[in-house]
């Protein structure tokens, strides 16, 4: 029984993780930038840009009629200080709220914190060195995307109103560094 519940909660750890949206980018250049974030938007579909005044890099950009922050985001700001409570590092935390597998971590907090009712809101999109959590639902006030770095913890954050058919687009823009 216990190397079936091992088998069982491998296959669900690499069942949930999907690979990172393929680049929709082939006949636009990679025009924007936002810290080390390349985008390669449309220029004519972008309506507004403006570069935000704060201590992180970060910009507000409506494109294709929607309004998105993006930011380089701090460990603490991104898990409202949680990782360090549970011992996790951003990447491993996230992993922790979209798996639902950790027995440190107090679910009904995290997922107050996150506007969250279950980790079938949260989606995850990996490759060799970056994670991506989306964080979204009808519920939430403001729908969310970390972008982790596995190694450096790095977190950038993508915010605003969405589905996962419109981020899953976005994202297919973004050139990881």
């Given amino acids: 029984m216990r190397l079936i519940l091992i088998l069982l909660s491998i296959f669900t750890c690499t069942a949930s993780a999907s690979q990172f949206p393929q680049s929709s980018c082939s006949g636009t250049p990679y025009w924007l930038e936002v810290s080390a974030i390349k985008l390669c938007l449309e220029p004519e579909n972008v309506s507004y840009l403006n570069v935000l005044n704060s201590k992180y890099t970060s910009m507000s950009i409506v494109y294709d009629g929607r309004e998105y922050i993006f930011q380089v985001q701090t460990v603490e700001n991104a898990t409202g200080g949680l990782h360090k409570k549970y011992g996790l ?5 996230f992993l922790a709220l979209a798996l639902k597998n950790n027995l440190k971590v107090d679910y009904p907090i995290a997922y107050e914190i996150h506007e969250l009712k279950s980790e079938h809101e949260i989606n995850v999109y990996e490759s060799s060195e970056w994670a991506v959590f989306t964080l979204i639902s009808n519920h939430r006030s403001f729908d969310e ?7 450096s913890q790095s977190i950038f954050q993508i915010g605003g109103e969405f589905d996962q058919k419109t981020i899953m687009s976005l994202l297919s823009k973004v050139k990881l560094p």
Avoid: E, G, P
């Fill in 145 to 151: 995307v970390f972008i982790i770095n596995k190694k």
């Fill in 89 to 93: 590092s951003a990447y491993r935390y």
